[in-house]
C-alpha cells in the first residue's frame, strides 16, 4: 500500500527528472523500526583502505581545513582535506601534523649523540618546537647507548654533557622489534601496566639499532580510544587519517606538470598521506582525468577523491581515470555562486541520485559535498552517497582556520568560498579553470566572503550532526548506512510543506532564558 505513496529511490527521482530537488525538497517517510538510535552503526568505506566511523569530511577549503581541523575530525571518526591554498612546502608541514600527533609507535624518533651539550639540546628543542624533552642517545650507527631523561635537560645544566645525565643503555627498557608481535598497542599496554612508574619503551632490532619508541601517554589515549563508543580513524599504524587537496598545475605551455604532480605526491606520501583530493570546480574535463589518471599510475594504493561532478557520466569518466570516490556537487554550497555567475549546476539530490546511477557497479564511493546545513540534510545524502564534505557547518568551529572577528560584542570567523576574489589570488584559481595571468586581467568570481558565528569545537558539532543521523536512521529501521538507502522512502515537499517542518507559528526561547523557582 505504502509503495504507491512513497517511493524509492529510482521510481521518485526518474519520476521527478528533469526537474532539480535539493534537501529541502524532499522528505523521507517513516518505517517500522526496531532499531534504537543509540543502537545504529555509522561505519562507510571510502576506499579498500580508508574506513571512516563517520560519515563526514571536513572540506578542502582555506577557511575550513588545516592541521587543527584535520587532527580533530579524524579523532572523532571521519577525515579532513587539507586546503592547497599555501605553498607545497607548508601543505606537506601540515599533513605532518596530523600523521604526528598521538603514535602508537613512534617509529622515527628524534635522537642526539652522545659528543652533545645539554645546551645542544635545549636549543634543538627551541628551534623545532618539540613538546618534548627526553631523547634516545645512539652511535653513527643508529645503535642505542642510552636515553636522556627530561628531568635533566634543563638551563643550570647547559654546560654539561649529555652523557653526564643520561641513563646507560643497561638502564633503558627496549623490546625486539620481532617480540612486538600482532597486536603492538597490547604488547606496550602490557608493559607499562607491569612496570610501575616507566614512561618510554624503545624498540631496537637485533643489532641494538634503534627501530622505535612508545611512550606511556600515546597508550593511554589509545587504549581510553578503544573504549569511546566513536573510533578515530587510523591507519594500519595508528597514526590518525589526514587527506589533502591538490589543483592540476600546468607548465608555461598550459601542459600538465606531471614531475610537479609527482615530486608534491611523493612528499605528501611520505609524511604518511593517505588521500588525495583532486579538487576542482569542474571535474569532467580532460586535466582532471589526465592528473588522476597519472597519480593512480605513480601511486598505485593511495586513495583518490576526485570532482566535482553532477552527472553520471562525470563519475564513469572519474572512475575510469583511477579515482576511488567522486565528489558530487557544483554550486550548491552557501558561498558558491557558480550557478548564478555560470547559469550551471544541479540542485544536490538530483546530482547524487545521477552520480549514484553511473557509479553502478563501478566499485567508486560517492561524496555530497555541499549544501548541507543541518543533520537531517546529511541523513538525505546518505540514502544516495557514502559520505558528506562539510564546510559552513565546521567554518565556525574553533579548530577551523579562519580569522576571528568582533562586530558588536559577538565573535565571528571567516568562511569564503575557494572561487572568491581574494582566495583566487591565494592560490585556488586553478580551480575554476583561471590563470594568474586571468586574474590580473579580469576573471569572474564563483564565490563570496562571508562570516560565521565562532561555534564550539568539532567534536561537540560532529556529536550533534551524527545525534541526528542516528535519530534519522532509528525513524528508517536502519541499523546501518547499508540499510539506510535499502529502506530509505522519497516524497516530494511543496512550500508549504517545508515551512511546515520547521519551527512556525511560535515566538522561539531558548531554555536558557528561564529559571526554575
Do not use: W
Not at 21 to 46: C, G, H, N
Not at 68 to 84: E, F, K, P, Q, V
Not at 279 to 295: E, L, N, P, Q, Y
Not at 299 to 305: A, K, V
Amino acid at each position: 500500500m505504502d509503495e504507491d505513496f512513497y517511493l524509492k529511490a529510482d521510481d521518485f527521482f526518474r519520476k521527478c527528472f528533469p526537474s532539480g530537488l535539493t534537501f529541502d525538497d524532499i522528505s523521507l517517510a517513516t518505517r517500522y523500526s526496531e532499531v534504537l538510535p543509540r543502537q545504529v552503526r555509522l561505519e562507510t568505506t571510502l576506499s579498500e583502505s580508508i574506513k571512516l566511523s563517520v560519515p563526514i569530511l571536513s572540506s578542502d577549503m582555506d577557511t575550513v581545513t588545516e592541521s587543527d581541523m584535520a587532527t580533530a575530525m579524524a579523532l572523532c571518526g571521519g577525515i579532513g582535506l587539507i586546503h592547497y591554498n599555501m605553498s607545497k612546502r607548508q601543505q606537506v608541514k601540515e599533513v605532518a601534523r596530523v600523521k604526528y600527533h598521538v603514535h602508537g609507535l613512534i617509529q622515527d624518533p628524534i635522537t642526539i649523540t652522545a659528543d652533545k651539550q645539554i645546551g645542544d639540546v635545549l636549543q634543538l628543542i627551541e628551534d623545532k618546537h618539540f613538546q618534548f624533552r627526553t631523547f634516545p642517545i645512539v652511535d653513527d650507527k643508529g645503535r642505542l647507548l642510552g636515553l636522556l631523561p627530561g628531568r635533566v635537560v634543563k638551563k643550570r645544566y647547559r654546560e654539561r654533557r649529555v652523557t653526564d645525565g643520561m641513563l646507560a643503555r643497561g638502564e633503558v627498557y627496549t623490546i625486539c622489534e620481532n617480540e612486538v608481535g600482532t597486536d603492538p598497542i597490547k604488547t606496550a599496554d602490557d608493559f607499562f601496566s607491569k612496570h610501575m612508574g616507566i614512561h618510554k619503551l624503545l624498540v631496537v632490532d637485533k643489532n641494538d639499532c634503534l627501530r622505535g619508541l612508545y611512550t606511556l601517554s600515546d597508550i593511554e589515549r589509545i587504549m581510553e580510544e578503544s573504549r569511546d563508543h566513536v573510533k578515530p580513524a587510523r591507519d594500519a599504524k595508528f597514526r590518525l587519517l589526514c587527506g589533502a587537496a591538490i589543483s592540476v598545475p600546468r607548465n608555461s605551455d598550459g601542459e600538465m606538470d606531471r614531475e610537479d604532480i609527482r615530486t608534491h605526491v611523493e612528499e605528501l606520501v611520505d609524511k604518511g598521506l593517505d588521500v588525495i583530493a583532486v579538487s576542482t570546480a569542474h571535474g569532467h574535463t580532460k586535466g582532471v582525468g589526465d592528473a588522476t589518471r597519472f597519480i593512480r599510475e605513480s601511486f598505485p594504493e593511495l586513495t583518490i577523491l576526485a570532482g566535482n561532478v553532477t552527472s553520471g557520466e562525470g563519475v564513469e569518466f572519474l572512475v575510469e581515470s583511477g579515482a576511488d570516490a567522486i565528489k558530487v556537487g557544483q554550486g550548491p554550497g552557501s558561498i558558491c555562486t557558480t550557478r548564478v555567475v555560470a547559469g550551471v549546476g544541479v540542485p544536490q539530490m538530483s546530482a547524487l541520485y545521477a552520480a549514484t546511477v553511473g557509479a553502478r557497479n563501478k566499485g567508486a564511493s560517492i561524496l555530497a559535498d555541499g549544501g548541507i546545513t543541518k543533520s537531517g540534510d546529511i541523513v538525505k545524502a546518505l540514502t544516495l552517497a557514502q559520505a558528506v564534505i562539510c564546510g559552513g557547518l565546521l567554518a565556525g568551529c574553533r579548530e577551523a582556520p579562519g580569522r576571528i572577528i568582533e562586530i558588536e560584542g559577538k565573535y565571528y570567523k571567516q568562511y569564503r568560498g575557494m572561487g572568491s576574489m581574494e582566495a583566487m589570488k591565494e592560490g585556488s584559481a586553478a580551480r575554476y579553470g583561471h590563470s594568474e595571468e586571468d586574474l590580473l586581467a579580469k576573471s569572474t568570481p564563483e564565490g563570496i566572503e562571508a562570516l560565521k558565528e565562532v561555534a564550539g569545537s568539532v567534536s561537540e558539532t560532529i556529536e550533534s550532526l551524527t545525534g541526528g543521523l542516528r535519530a534519522g536512521l532509528g525513524y528508517l529501521g536502519a541499523e546501518d548506512l547499508q540499510a539506510l538507502r535499502e529502506k530509505a522512502r522519497f516524497l516530494q515537499v511543496t512550500p508549504a510543506g517545508q515551512k511546515e517542518s520547521s519551527p512556525h507559528d511560535v515566538i522561539e526561547v531558548k531554555r536558557s532564558d528561564f529559571t526554575r523557582t
